[in-house]
């Protein structure tokens, strides 16, 4: 069974930074397509970023140029550093791991933009 731990989510103000991590245990880290999901309160969850096992990356165009996501195959691990982070950006970051029709999800870190 896929498990995740979550880890970076903070109280940050705008134009801060953050760079949250994801590592995976109970699979082969290097097999899955990994990304990450946010979902702010009375939206629904929305892409932030993905990056496929070959390292090909997608990014949501409110974020494109202020995250990067990236993956580390060695420690199981992926990231996602957030710059210039805007109060728009706050949500509950979700890591999402997918292989072929399946999909995992992790519980979730707060990230919170505000002065």
């Known amino acids: 069974q896929v498990q995740f731990v979550e880890s970076g989510g903070d109280l940050v103000q705008p134009g801060g930074s953050l760079r949250l991590s994801c590592v995976v245990s109970g699979s082969i880290f290097s097999i899955y397509a990994m990304g990450w999901y946010r979902q702010a309160p009375g939206k629904q969850r929305e892409l932030v970023a993905d990056?496929?096992?070959?390292?090909?990356?997608n990014y949501a165009d409110s974020v494109k140029g202020r995250f990067t996501i990236s993956r580390d195959n060695a420690k199981s691990t992926m990231y996602l550093q957030m710059n210039s982070l805007k109060s728009e950006d706050t949500a509950v970051y979700y890591c999402n791991a997918a292989y072929r029709a399946i999909a995992y999800w992790g519980q979730g870190t707060q990230v919170t933009v505000s002065s």
């Open positions: 990056i496929t096992s070959g390292g090909r990356t």
